[in-house]
């Protein structure tokens, strides 16, 4: 299983940008690239998901270079709310079933 | 439609006893996963099981077992309870051929 490092912690301020960089160097040919939030006493809650490139949805954007092997997560403007624990995770899900591994996570931390 | 439920919310229990945790999915999945959560692990898989079969396994002794019934509902059960054992026990459910898993609130299990 394709093993994740992420930064322990991060804090930004409302209406700032964060990017959060995770790193999977033996991320296999099949996996995808997963980023969850997860708020206190909560299960975690789908970001975005990507294979190569970029992919960007209401909520946020994931960057993937050609190599594949670190990934960001970028929220724009976060706010208050934005305040969680965010992991990322390798593997795929299709095919052979989850093979997921979720990270330490990173806690963001936004004030005003 | 509703989302993924788990029963009971919270739960004390003694070392020795055993524990049986329920997990009903997003109606139409059939794909339900089982992980623990602690403070010093993280978020750890214990095990996936799609139409009543355990498709994948995590790295947990034998003393947790899971099963999954034809309505797809699923039930994990823990023996011999021992204080590294108290965790908040998520499941995720998630369609066929589809990539997001949809967590429940959770499980929090404690062991005196």
């Known amino acids: 299983l394709a093993k994740t490092t992420q930064p322990i912690s991060m804090d930004s301020y409302e209406g700032q940008e964060v990017n959060i960089t995770c790193s999977h160097n033996?991320?296999?040919?099949?996996?995808?690239i997963t980023w969850y939030q997860q708020f206190p006493s909560q299960g975690p809650r789908f970001i975005i998901q990507?294979?190569?490139t970029k992919v960007t949805n209401e909520v946020a954007s994931l960057f993937i270079p050609a190599d594949r092997k670190s990934s960001t997560l970028s929220l724009p403007r976060v706010s208050l709310s934005d305040t969680a624990v965010y992991y990322c995770l390798v593997g795929g899900l299709t095919g052979g079933g989850n093979k997921l591994t979720f990270g330490t996570g990173t806690q963001l931390k936004v004030e005003l | 439609k509703a989302g993924v439920t788990q029963t009971p919310r919270y739960l004390i229990k003694t070392r020795g006893q055993q524990v049986t945790l329920s997990c009903s999915p997003i109606?139409?999945?059939?794909?339900v996963s089982w992980y623990q959560q602690t403070p010093g692990q993280g978020l750890q898989f214990l095990f996936e099981y799609f139409s009543e079969t355990q498709r994948n396994k995590g790295n947990f002794p034998g003393r947790f077992s899971g099963r999954q019934f034809s309505n797809s509902r699923s039930e994990m059960n823990v023996s011999t309870l021992e204080l590294g054992d108290s965790a908040l026990y998520l499941c995720?459910?998630?369609?066929?051929?589809?990539?997001?898993?949809?967590f429940g609130p959770g499980t929090r299990l404690t062991v005196l």
């Open positions: 995720a459910s998630r369609g066929t051929g589809d990539n997001e898993q949809f």
């Open positions: 109606s139409g999945h059939r794909s």
């Open positions: 990507g294979y190569k």
């Open positions: 033996n991320i296999a040919t099949n996996d995808y």
